[in-house]
Structures are given as structure tokens and as C-alpha cells.
């Protein structure tokens, strides 16, 4: 098991950016895995981004590509995502999450068994 907590969420104007990061605890970080996920009120958890153990690959939903990156330091245990170009549909709260380590990184909540308190994100028109 691995403990994440996320930071960094707040309230936006559309275009605007912000950087979310998640801190996990425990000396077993490089063994996961880390994944983006986001929900809004009434609909159901949906990727953002992931990113495999290593960092070496990277998956992003089309709704974010180009204005989203996930990054990693395995030194530091951390998980971060850079959100450029913010639009009011982004607004959610934005879950951390750490699943078992493969060569390219799940892009459903099912293969994800860590997950953060979250983050709320408000983007104002």
C-alpha cells in the first residue's frame, strides 16, 4: 500500500494554469504506476494522465492532450500535473492514484487500487 496525498488544486480563469502534485509515502514508489483522475459532479471518474513506473510512458485523455503533462521524480516520490489552457469543463476534483507497475500505464480507474482524498479544481469562465 502506498499513501498519496494531492495539493495544488484551487480556482481559475479559463485559460489559466495550475500544477497539482502528489506526494506518496513508503520506499516502494518506483513499483507504481501513477494516474490522473478527475470527477464532476454527476458523471463518472474519468483518466486525465499516466505515467508508467519508470516515466518512460505517458498516456492522456484527448481532452487534455496538448495542454496537460504528467511528470515524475522517483527520487522525491512525487507525481505531478502541469494543466495549461484551463476550460471550465476541466472543473472537478482531481484524484491521485498508484497502481501496480507495467511497461504502459492503465487508463481505467479498475487498475488503480491507491487513490488520494483529491483535489477540488474550479475553472470560472
Known amino acids: 500500500q502506498v499513501q498519496l496525498v494531492e495539493s495544488g488544486g484551487g480556482l481559475v480563469q479559463a485559460g489559466g494554469s495550475l500544477r497539482l502534485s502528489c506526494a506518496a509515502s513508503?520506499?516502494?514508489?518506483?513499483?507504481?504506476?501513477m494516474g490522473w483522475f478527475r470527477q464532476a459532479p454527476g458523471k463518472e471518474r474519468e483518466l486525465v494522465a499516466a505515467?508508467?513506473?519508470?516515466?518512460?510512458?505517458?498516456k492522456y485523455a484527448d481532452s487534455v492532450k496538448g495542454r496537460c503533462t504528467i511528470s515524475r521524480d522517483n527520487a522525491n516520490n512525487t507525481v505531478s500535473l502541469q494543466m495549461n489552457s484551463l476550460k471550465p469543463e476541466d472543473t472537478a476534483v482531481y484524484y491521485c492514484?498508484?497502481?501496480?507497475?507495467?511497461?504502459?500505464?492503465?487508463?481505467?480507474?479498475?487498475?488503480?487500487?491507491?487513490w488520494g482524498q483529491g483535489t477540488q479544481v474550479t475553472v470560472s469562465a
Open positions: 492514484s498508484a497502481g501496480l507497475s507495467s511497461r504502459v500505464p492503465g487508463l481505467t480507474p479498475n487498475e488503480y487500487n491507491n
Open positions: 513508503g520506499r516502494t514508489f518506483i513499483r507504481y504506476n
Open positions: 505515467i508508467n513506473y519508470s516515466g518512460a510512458s505517458t
